[in-house]
C-alpha cells in the first residue's frame, strides 16, 4: 500500500538511515522526526527524502519505498520539523509515524577540513605508525568530550574490539579514498 500523493521509489545505492518520523506537527502536514545525528545538516540539505515503514509489526501504514520532496525542514526545539509536498494536512503526516528516513549520501554538505561524517568512518582499517593492523572501523561512540572508535579484530580465533580516541593526539591521517586510519596507537594499550 502507497498512501496517496507518494510514488514508489528505488531506495539509492549510497543511502544512509538518519531519522524516523515521530509524528505529525501541526494541522498543515508538517511533521516531526528524531535526527539520528546531534547535527542534522542532512537533512535541511537534501530536498529528497526516501521514507520505508517503521520495522516494527503493525505500525506500518504503508509499504516499499517512497520519496518525498521536502519544501522546507528545520530545528525546533529538541527535533526537527518539516513539511513535503505530497503532504497536504494532519492526517497525511499522521500515516508517516514511525517511518525511517533515508537519503543519499551524495547530499550531505562537504564536511571541513579534517572533519568526518561518522558514516565514512565505518568500515575503514587502522594500523598504528608502525604498520601494524589493529582492525576496523566497527562504529563510533559519543563519550562526552570526544568521539571514540570501536575496532573489531580477531585475536587467537575470538573476535575482539578496540576502542581508541578519535582525537588530534591519537589520530594521525584519515584517508578516505584509501580506506585507512593511522593512528598513535599499540597492540597492547
Given at each position: 500500500m502507497i498512501l496517496p500523493g507518494l510514488e514508489p521509489a528505488e531506495l539509492p545505492a549510497d543511502a544512509v538511515e538518519i531519522g524516523r518520523i515521530l509524528d505529525a506537527w501541526g494541522v498543515k502536514g508538517w511533521f516531526k522526526i528524531q535526527p539520528?545525528?546531534?547535527?542534522?545538516?542532512?537533512?535541511?540539505?537534501?530536498?529528497?527524502?526516501?521514507?520505508?515503514?517503521?520495522e516494527r509489526a503493525g505500525?506500518?501504514?504503508?509499504?516499499?519505498?517512497v520519496r518525498l520532496s521536502i519544501k522546507e525542514a528545520k530545528d525546533h526545539a529538541d527535533s526537527v520539523v518539516a513539511c513535503a509536498h505530497e503532504i497536504e494536512d494532519r492526517s497525511a503526516a499522521e500515516q508517516l509515524k514511525g517511518a525511517r528516513i533515508f537519503v543519499s549520501r551524495s547530499s550531505f554538505p562537504t564536511p571541513e577540513e579534517g572533519e568526518y561524517y561518522w558514516v565514512d568512518l565505518?568500515?575503514?582499517?587502522?594500523?598504528?605508525r608502525e604498520g601494524l593492523a589493529l582492525g576496523e572501523v566497527k562504529e563510533l561512540l559519543a563519550t562526552g568530550p570526544q568521539t571514540t572508535l570501536v575496532l573489531s579484530f580477531v585475536d587467537a580465533g575470538k573476535p575482539q574490539e578496540r576502542m581508541i580516541p578519535f582525537v588530534d593526539a591519537y589520530v594521525d591521517s584519515v584517508d578516505l579514498p584509501g580506506r585507512l586510519i593511522t593512528v598513535d596507537w599499540q597492540l597492547d594499550y
Open positions: 539520528y545525528s546531534a547535527s542534522p545538516e542532512a537533512l535541511f540539505s537534501s530536498k529528497r527524502w526516501f521514507l520505508q515503514p517503521s505500525r506500518a501504514s504503508f509499504t516499499g519505498t565505518i568500515g575503514l582499517a587502522v594500523v598504528n
